[in-house]
């Protein structure tokens, strides 16, 4: 009897999704005769059953298109939003599951994803999951999708601002997605020619970033480039943060409070920590500064040729390992292969960039200030 698939997409969207869809969509059924349904707007289109049959010809024309078919949510199975209260809806989803006789569900999306799949792994149902973030952030795979594109983004971004900082002769600090790491900063920041670059995993000092546009400008470069990760953090915040997690712990019912009202204050500034950067490089350096969000821009629009590629081949991977009845994994991409990774080794871990890792080797060789003060 030819197997029965159900596809959702979860969590952020990014450029690569209905690629993906489409590789495992059409290999599935031109491949392996299988039927495919779709789920939508994520695990809350699963819980409430909306979903649509989808055909090759559902499957044409999508390989370049940005965004997700089928729609997407941040909703999780066992704390999802239903009329104002916070309820498990689990069952009904393996009520659903059993319904349409899945022989399996393909969840394709990032870390948050991945914890939900292995939820419904926990719960019998055979999961699999594709490897999708613009922010790289998954173990076990050597890239994500959207990724790429993501980058390729940020880079043109950072390439048009040179133009403008130069006449200017400003400091333009431009951010960068990446949630709590910073391979696209890292990424298009080096791929563009940034002049500072600052993620998350290197807590940085105002006054060290001033410097180094100071002596850019003493040099005779009279404009910075400033790429900053939208979790980048000064080494003042980090180390309060770091402080207030560990308080958090604490049996003093006092202590913990204090802790958790210090971490949503950092939180809550940490929407405004980019143009507190800009103001304090202006005081410090007698220089203009202007900011760039790039924001959701990152995730719109059609997807890289790397991207396309990327999601075609785990996808059509995806069919294959279902058809062979693998389930419970994460199809990632290792060494040029797709192979499948137990999912309790994906989820609940985040890929952050790794402190020598060749691409911060590489920054430190060209001289680009990282913010950190080399004395320390
Ligand atoms: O995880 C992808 C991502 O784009 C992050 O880089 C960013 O922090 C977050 O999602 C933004 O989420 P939302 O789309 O819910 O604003």
Known sequence: MSKQIGILTAGG???????????????????????????????????????????SSELSGILTTGGTLLGTSRDKPHKMDVGGKTLDMTDLMLENIAAHQLDALVCIG???????????????????????????????????????????????AIDRLHSTAHSHHRIVVVEVMGHNT?????????????????????????????????????????????VISEGAVSQEIAAARDRAKIEKKSEDSDVKAKAKETLSRIEEDSESHTATLSKDLEARTGLESRV?????????????????LLATRLGTACADFIAAGESGVMVAMQNGECVPVPLDQVAGNRKTVPLDHPWLLTARNLKISLGEDQAT
Request: glycine content about 16%.
């Open 292 to 308: 760039t969000i790039l924001g959701h821009v990152q995730r719109g629009g059609t997807p890289s040729p790397a991207d396309r």
């Open 182 to 226: 910073g391979w696209i900063a890292l990424g298009a920041g080096l791929a563009g020619g940034g002049d500072v670059i600052l993620i998350p995993e290197i807590p940085y000092q105002t006054h060290v970033i001033a410097d180094a546009v100071l002596e850019r400008r003493a040099s005779g470069s009279s404009f910075s480039i400033v």
């Open 110 to 156: 990032g870390g948050g994803t991945a914890k939900n799949a292995m939820h419904l792994a926990e719960k019998g149902v055979p999961v699999l999951t594709l490897p999708k973030t613009i922010d790289n952030d998954l173990v076990h795979t050597d890239t994500t999708l959207g990724f790429d594109t993501a980058m390729g983004i940020a880079t043109e």
């Open 13 to 55: 969207d990014s450029p690569g999704l209905n690629a993906a869809m489409r590789g495992l969509g059409k290999a599935a059924i031109r491949t392996h005769g299988m039927t495919v349904i779709g789920f939508r707007d994520g695990f809350r289109g699963l819980m409430q059953n909306r979903f649509i049959r989808l055909e």
